[in-house]
């Protein structure tokens, strides 16, 4: 380490440090999931690209990370179809 820099005696180096942290879930209610017309409405609807029509709903897990709670794939879908649990709030979820 150079002179003159300090270190956290706490810190993690940068490579083992976790490249993400999900603090959010996407469920699709099993009736929903087969729904290729619902799916394009939700690819549509999600400005993070959360949601892919491949024949059914199918959730990107790649890009959970990047949801911005706006509620709109909740508003796209029929009630109890889509639930966006905040991890980090004790499950509190966006959902009707």
Excluded: H, W
Excluded at 36 to 58: M, W
């Amino acid at each position: 380490m150079p002179d003159g820099e300090k270190r956290s005696r706490n810190a993690v180096p940068a490579s083992t440090a976790p490249a993400q942290s999900i603090f959010i879930d996407v469920e699709v209610s099993d009736e929903i999931r087969g729904d290729a017309d619902l799916a394009s409405k939700l690819e549509e609807a999600c400005p993070v690209d959360i949601f892919k029509a491949s024949g059914g709903v199918e959730v990107v897990e790649r890009n959970l990370d990047e949801c911005i709670l706006c509620g709109l794939c909740v508003e796209a879908a029929p009630p109890g179809g889509v639930r966006v649990v905040k991890r980090y709030d004790e499950g509190a979820a966006l959902e009707r």
